[in-house]
T-cell receptor, first 112, second 110 residues
Protein backbone atom coordinates (compact mmCIF):
# COMPACT_ATOMS: atom_id res chain seq x y z
CA UNK A 1 0.00 0.00 0.00
CA UNK A 2 1.65 3.13 -1.30
CA UNK A 3 1.89 6.06 1.11
CA UNK A 4 2.39 8.84 -1.44
CA UNK A 5 1.49 8.10 -5.03
CA UNK A 6 1.80 10.13 -8.21
CA UNK A 7 0.48 9.71 -11.72
CA UNK A 8 1.69 9.55 -14.35
CA UNK A 9 5.20 8.23 -13.78
CA UNK A 10 6.34 9.52 -17.16
CA UNK A 11 4.92 12.41 -19.16
CA UNK A 12 6.16 13.41 -22.61
CA UNK A 13 4.51 16.36 -24.26
CA UNK A 14 5.00 19.22 -26.72
CA UNK A 15 5.85 22.78 -25.90
CA UNK A 16 2.83 24.94 -25.32
CA UNK A 17 0.60 22.16 -24.02
CA UNK A 18 -1.15 22.13 -20.66
CA UNK A 19 -0.70 19.11 -18.42
CA UNK A 20 -1.49 17.91 -14.91
CA UNK A 21 0.24 15.62 -12.45
CA UNK A 22 -1.80 14.00 -9.69
CA UNK A 23 -0.67 13.26 -6.16
CA UNK A 24 -2.42 11.36 -3.39
CA UNK A 25 -1.30 10.48 0.12
CA UNK A 26 -2.97 7.97 2.42
CA UNK A 27 -0.96 8.89 5.52
CA UNK A 28 -3.52 11.28 6.93
CA UNK A 29 -1.00 14.10 6.67
CA UNK A 30 -2.02 17.74 6.79
CA UNK A 31 0.65 19.25 4.59
CA UNK A 32 1.63 18.42 1.03
CA UNK A 33 4.40 19.70 -1.21
CA UNK A 34 5.58 19.81 -4.76
CA UNK A 35 9.29 19.73 -5.63
CA UNK A 36 11.16 20.04 -8.89
CA UNK A 37 14.42 18.15 -9.37
CA UNK A 38 16.37 19.31 -12.38
CA UNK A 39 19.08 17.57 -14.38
CA UNK A 40 21.68 18.59 -11.80
CA UNK A 41 19.62 16.73 -9.19
CA UNK A 42 18.95 19.82 -7.10
CA UNK A 43 15.66 19.41 -5.25
CA UNK A 44 13.78 22.69 -5.11
CA UNK A 45 10.48 23.28 -3.36
CA UNK A 46 7.71 24.76 -5.48
CA UNK A 47 4.72 24.79 -3.16
CA UNK A 48 3.69 23.76 0.29
CA UNK A 49 0.02 23.49 1.09
CA UNK A 50 -2.28 22.57 3.91
CA UNK A 51 -5.99 23.11 4.16
CA UNK A 52 -5.50 26.64 5.26
CA UNK A 53 -2.45 28.01 3.59
CA UNK A 54 -0.69 27.86 0.26
CA UNK A 55 2.93 28.92 0.28
CA UNK A 56 4.38 29.56 -3.12
CA UNK A 57 8.06 29.74 -3.87
CA UNK A 58 8.31 33.15 -5.47
CA UNK A 59 10.60 31.85 -8.19
CA UNK A 60 7.93 29.49 -9.55
CA UNK A 61 6.26 30.85 -12.72
CA UNK A 62 2.54 31.42 -12.46
CA UNK A 63 2.09 28.84 -15.22
CA UNK A 64 2.33 26.34 -12.37
CA UNK A 65 -0.66 26.04 -10.07
CA UNK A 66 -1.45 23.55 -7.32
CA UNK A 67 -5.01 22.40 -6.83
CA UNK A 68 -6.23 20.49 -3.81
CA UNK A 69 -9.69 18.92 -4.00
CA UNK A 70 -9.25 17.54 -0.48
CA UNK A 71 -6.64 17.01 2.19
CA UNK A 72 -5.32 13.80 0.63
CA UNK A 73 -4.73 15.20 -2.84
CA UNK A 74 -2.56 17.94 -4.29
CA UNK A 75 -2.44 18.10 -8.06
CA UNK A 76 -0.04 20.19 -10.11
CA UNK A 77 -1.29 21.95 -13.23
CA UNK A 78 1.17 23.37 -15.71
CA UNK A 79 0.09 25.68 -18.51
CA UNK A 80 1.98 26.53 -21.68
CA UNK A 81 4.78 24.05 -21.07
CA UNK A 82 8.32 25.15 -21.91
CA UNK A 83 11.50 23.19 -22.60
CA UNK A 84 12.91 24.27 -19.25
CA UNK A 85 10.06 22.60 -17.43
CA UNK A 86 11.59 19.21 -18.21
CA UNK A 87 12.51 17.69 -14.86
CA UNK A 88 11.38 15.17 -12.29
CA UNK A 89 8.54 16.44 -10.12
CA UNK A 90 8.10 14.97 -6.66
CA UNK A 91 5.09 15.21 -4.44
CA UNK A 92 5.64 14.88 -0.68
CA UNK A 93 3.63 15.06 2.51
CA UNK A 94 4.23 15.58 6.20
CA UNK A 95 2.03 15.31 9.26
CA UNK A 96 2.66 18.96 10.03
CA UNK A 97 4.67 21.64 8.32
CA UNK A 98 8.10 21.24 9.85
CA UNK A 99 8.00 17.48 10.28
CA UNK A 100 9.83 14.94 8.16
CA UNK A 101 8.49 14.56 4.65
CA UNK A 102 7.62 11.42 2.73
CA UNK A 103 8.05 11.47 -1.01
CA UNK A 104 6.12 10.03 -3.89
CA UNK A 105 7.90 8.10 -6.67
CA UNK A 106 8.24 11.13 -8.93
CA UNK A 107 6.97 12.09 -12.38
CA UNK A 108 9.52 12.53 -15.12
CA UNK A 109 8.28 15.31 -17.39
CA UNK A 110 9.87 15.73 -20.81
CA UNK A 111 8.89 18.70 -22.93
CA UNK A 112 9.79 18.41 -26.60
CA UNK B 1 25.70 32.00 0.34
CA UNK B 2 23.32 29.13 -0.27
CA UNK B 3 21.12 28.23 2.66
CA UNK B 4 22.23 24.58 2.84
CA UNK B 5 25.56 23.50 1.42
CA UNK B 6 27.08 20.11 0.76
CA UNK B 7 30.06 18.90 -1.21
CA UNK B 8 28.68 17.48 -4.44
CA UNK B 9 31.22 14.67 -4.54
CA UNK B 10 31.51 12.05 -5.68
CA UNK B 11 32.84 10.78 -2.39
CA UNK B 12 34.42 7.39 -2.93
CA UNK B 13 35.14 5.03 -0.05
CA UNK B 14 36.13 1.36 -0.02
CA UNK B 15 33.68 -1.23 1.22
CA UNK B 16 33.80 -1.56 4.99
CA UNK B 17 35.15 1.96 5.58
CA UNK B 18 33.41 4.86 7.28
CA UNK B 19 31.78 7.37 4.95
CA UNK B 20 31.52 10.90 6.32
CA UNK B 21 29.03 13.29 4.75
CA UNK B 22 28.96 16.94 5.76
CA UNK B 23 26.41 19.71 5.57
CA UNK B 24 26.45 23.36 6.66
CA UNK B 25 23.51 25.72 6.92
CA UNK B 26 23.24 29.47 7.09
CA UNK B 27 20.06 30.10 9.12
CA UNK B 28 21.12 30.06 12.77
CA UNK B 29 17.48 29.72 13.80
CA UNK B 30 17.15 26.31 12.12
CA UNK B 31 15.78 23.69 14.47
CA UNK B 32 15.33 20.41 12.62
CA UNK B 33 17.78 18.54 10.44
CA UNK B 34 17.26 15.55 8.18
CA UNK B 35 19.28 13.19 6.05
CA UNK B 36 17.67 11.65 2.99
CA UNK B 37 19.09 9.03 0.66
CA UNK B 38 18.21 9.05 -3.03
CA UNK B 39 19.11 6.21 -5.35
CA UNK B 40 19.39 7.05 -9.03
CA UNK B 41 15.95 7.29 -10.58
CA UNK B 42 14.19 6.94 -7.23
CA UNK B 43 12.61 9.31 -4.74
CA UNK B 44 14.34 10.59 -1.59
CA UNK B 45 13.84 8.42 1.48
CA UNK B 46 14.37 9.55 5.04
CA UNK B 47 17.33 8.00 6.85
CA UNK B 48 17.56 10.04 10.02
CA UNK B 49 16.53 13.25 11.68
CA UNK B 50 18.19 15.10 14.53
CA UNK B 51 17.02 18.04 16.60
CA UNK B 52 19.53 18.34 19.45
CA UNK B 53 23.25 18.96 19.58
CA UNK B 54 25.34 15.82 19.75
CA UNK B 55 25.16 12.41 18.16
CA UNK B 56 22.23 10.21 17.24
CA UNK B 57 22.85 6.64 16.23
CA UNK B 58 20.64 4.27 14.26
CA UNK B 59 22.29 1.05 13.16
CA UNK B 60 25.23 1.83 10.91
CA UNK B 61 24.22 5.49 10.68
CA UNK B 62 25.19 8.30 13.05
CA UNK B 63 23.99 11.87 12.66
CA UNK B 64 25.98 14.61 14.37
CA UNK B 65 24.72 18.12 14.99
CA UNK B 66 26.67 21.17 16.09
CA UNK B 67 24.38 24.19 16.13
CA UNK B 68 27.13 26.57 17.22
CA UNK B 69 29.10 25.72 14.10
CA UNK B 70 25.92 25.32 12.01
CA UNK B 71 27.10 21.93 10.92
CA UNK B 72 25.42 18.55 10.60
CA UNK B 73 27.05 15.35 9.43
CA UNK B 74 26.17 11.76 8.65
CA UNK B 75 28.54 8.90 9.31
CA UNK B 76 27.98 5.54 7.68
CA UNK B 77 29.95 2.74 9.30
CA UNK B 78 30.89 -0.47 7.50
CA UNK B 79 29.91 1.08 4.16
CA UNK B 80 28.36 -1.28 1.66
CA UNK B 81 28.05 -0.96 -2.14
CA UNK B 82 24.29 -0.72 -1.57
CA UNK B 83 24.93 2.57 0.27
CA UNK B 84 26.02 4.13 -3.03
CA UNK B 85 23.53 6.93 -3.60
CA UNK B 86 23.10 10.67 -3.30
CA UNK B 87 22.66 11.88 0.28
CA UNK B 88 20.57 14.99 0.77
CA UNK B 89 20.80 17.17 3.83
CA UNK B 90 17.60 19.05 4.65
CA UNK B 91 16.96 21.77 7.18
CA UNK B 92 13.83 23.36 8.55
CA UNK B 93 14.78 26.97 8.93
CA UNK B 94 13.47 29.60 11.29
CA UNK B 95 10.62 30.35 8.91
CA UNK B 96 9.51 26.70 9.03
CA UNK B 97 10.62 26.18 5.43
CA UNK B 98 12.06 22.84 4.40
CA UNK B 99 15.29 23.48 2.48
CA UNK B 100 17.38 20.79 0.81
CA UNK B 101 21.07 20.91 0.08
CA UNK B 102 22.37 19.97 -3.36
CA UNK B 103 23.33 16.46 -2.21
CA UNK B 104 26.56 14.49 -2.02
CA UNK B 105 27.03 11.54 -4.29
CA UNK B 106 28.57 8.59 -2.42
CA UNK B 107 30.22 5.69 -4.18
CA UNK B 108 31.20 2.64 -2.12
CA UNK B 109 33.74 0.58 -3.99
CA UNK B 110 33.67 -3.22 -3.57
Amino acid sequence: DTAVSQTPKYLVTQMGNDKSIKCEQNLGHDTMYWYKQDSKKFLKIMFSYNNKELIINETVPNRFSPKSPDKAHLNLHINSLELGDSAVYFCASSSLAGNEQFFGPGTRLTVL
Amino acid sequence: QKEVEQNSGPLSVPEGAIASLNCTYSDRGSQSFFWYRQYSGKSPELIMFIYSNGDKEDGRFTAQLNKASQYVSLLIRDSQPSDSATYLCAVINYGQNFVFGPGTRLSVLP
